[in-house]
Nanobody
Protein backbone atom coordinates (compact mmCIF):
# COMPACT_ATOMS: atom_id res chain seq x y z
CA UNK A 1 0.00 0.00 0.00
CA UNK A 2 0.93 3.60 -0.57
CA UNK A 3 0.07 6.44 1.77
CA UNK A 4 0.08 10.08 0.66
CA UNK A 5 -0.28 12.91 3.15
CA UNK A 6 -0.72 16.51 2.06
CA UNK A 7 0.11 19.59 4.11
CA UNK A 8 0.51 23.32 3.66
CA UNK A 9 -2.99 24.44 2.85
CA UNK A 10 -4.60 27.45 4.48
CA UNK A 11 -6.09 30.89 4.00
CA UNK A 12 -4.26 33.40 1.83
CA UNK A 13 -5.13 36.69 0.19
CA UNK A 14 -5.35 37.02 -3.55
CA UNK A 15 -1.92 37.58 -5.03
CA UNK A 16 -0.26 35.62 -2.25
CA UNK A 17 1.65 32.35 -2.24
CA UNK A 18 1.45 28.94 -0.63
CA UNK A 19 3.53 25.79 -0.86
CA UNK A 20 1.84 22.43 -0.57
CA UNK A 21 3.75 19.29 0.34
CA UNK A 22 2.90 15.64 -0.20
CA UNK A 23 4.80 13.00 1.70
CA UNK A 24 4.68 9.43 0.40
CA UNK A 25 5.20 6.28 2.46
CA UNK A 26 4.69 2.57 2.08
CA UNK A 27 5.37 0.87 -1.26
CA UNK A 28 6.68 4.03 -2.90
CA UNK A 29 8.80 2.08 -5.37
CA UNK A 30 5.60 1.44 -7.31
CA UNK A 31 5.08 5.17 -7.98
CA UNK A 32 6.54 6.67 -11.15
CA UNK A 33 4.48 9.84 -11.47
CA UNK A 34 2.87 12.11 -8.93
CA UNK A 35 0.43 14.90 -9.40
CA UNK A 36 -1.83 17.46 -7.86
CA UNK A 37 -5.54 17.74 -8.48
CA UNK A 38 -8.12 20.06 -6.98
CA UNK A 39 -11.84 20.17 -6.39
CA UNK A 40 -13.66 23.43 -5.84
CA UNK A 41 -17.03 23.57 -4.09
CA UNK A 42 -19.76 22.33 -6.41
CA UNK A 43 -17.32 21.42 -9.15
CA UNK A 44 -15.68 18.27 -10.41
CA UNK A 45 -12.13 17.38 -9.53
CA UNK A 46 -9.63 18.74 -12.04
CA UNK A 47 -6.02 18.12 -12.94
CA UNK A 48 -3.47 20.72 -11.82
CA UNK A 49 0.06 19.41 -12.40
CA UNK A 50 2.06 16.21 -12.75
CA UNK A 51 5.73 15.27 -12.44
CA UNK A 52 7.70 12.21 -13.47
CA UNK A 53 9.71 11.21 -10.41
CA UNK A 54 12.64 9.86 -12.40
CA UNK A 55 13.15 12.27 -15.27
CA UNK A 56 11.55 15.27 -13.57
CA UNK A 57 9.40 16.18 -16.54
CA UNK A 58 6.35 18.26 -15.67
CA UNK A 59 3.02 19.19 -17.18
CA UNK A 60 0.48 21.78 -16.05
CA UNK A 61 -3.13 22.70 -16.57
CA UNK A 62 -3.47 25.89 -18.59
CA UNK A 63 -5.21 27.59 -15.68
CA UNK A 64 -2.11 27.38 -13.47
CA UNK A 65 0.72 27.48 -16.00
CA UNK A 66 3.23 30.19 -15.13
CA UNK A 67 1.91 30.53 -11.57
CA UNK A 68 2.30 27.05 -10.08
CA UNK A 69 5.42 24.89 -9.96
CA UNK A 70 5.53 21.19 -9.14
CA UNK A 71 8.79 19.69 -7.87
CA UNK A 72 10.02 16.63 -6.06
CA UNK A 73 12.62 15.57 -3.53
CA UNK A 74 13.08 11.85 -4.11
CA UNK A 75 15.30 11.44 -1.05
CA UNK A 76 12.47 12.76 1.12
CA UNK A 77 9.78 11.01 -0.96
CA UNK A 78 8.01 14.34 -1.11
CA UNK A 79 6.39 16.31 -3.90
CA UNK A 80 5.69 20.01 -3.67
CA UNK A 81 3.34 22.46 -5.33
CA UNK A 82 4.51 26.06 -5.18
CA UNK A 83 1.56 28.32 -5.85
CA UNK A 84 2.11 32.00 -6.63
CA UNK A 85 -0.17 34.85 -7.70
CA UNK A 86 -3.10 33.01 -6.20
CA UNK A 87 -6.60 33.92 -7.31
CA UNK A 88 -9.95 33.38 -5.59
CA UNK A 89 -10.79 30.83 -8.28
CA UNK A 90 -7.86 28.71 -7.02
CA UNK A 91 -9.88 28.02 -3.85
CA UNK A 92 -10.32 24.25 -3.60
CA UNK A 93 -9.33 21.12 -1.79
CA UNK A 94 -6.00 20.07 -3.27
CA UNK A 95 -5.25 16.38 -3.56
CA UNK A 96 -1.92 14.68 -4.04
CA UNK A 97 -1.92 11.55 -6.18
CA UNK A 98 0.53 8.91 -7.32
CA UNK A 99 0.52 6.45 -10.19
CA UNK A 100 2.60 3.50 -11.41
CA UNK A 101 2.53 4.73 -15.01
CA UNK A 102 5.72 6.43 -16.12
CA UNK A 103 3.75 8.72 -18.42
CA UNK A 104 0.51 10.20 -17.20
CA UNK A 105 -2.06 10.43 -19.98
CA UNK A 106 -5.09 11.55 -18.02
CA UNK A 107 -7.75 10.01 -15.87
CA UNK A 108 -7.60 9.10 -12.23
CA UNK A 109 -4.34 8.11 -10.58
CA UNK A 110 -4.03 4.98 -8.46
CA UNK A 111 -3.16 6.44 -5.06
CA UNK A 112 -4.68 9.48 -3.37
CA UNK A 113 -4.20 11.61 -0.30
CA UNK A 114 -7.06 13.01 1.74
CA UNK A 115 -6.56 16.57 0.56
CA UNK A 116 -5.71 19.95 2.01
CA UNK A 117 -7.89 23.05 1.75
CA UNK A 118 -6.62 26.18 0.03
CA UNK A 119 -8.81 29.24 0.52
CA UNK A 120 -7.92 32.39 -1.44
CA UNK A 121 -9.74 35.50 -0.31
CA UNK A 122 -10.37 38.47 -2.58
Amino acid sequence: QVQLVESGGGLVQAGGSLRLSCAASGRTASIYTMGWFRQAPGKEREFVAVINLSAGGTYYADSVKGRFTISRDNAKKTVYLEMNSLKPEDTAVYYCAGDPRSVYRGGAMSYWGKGTLVNVSS
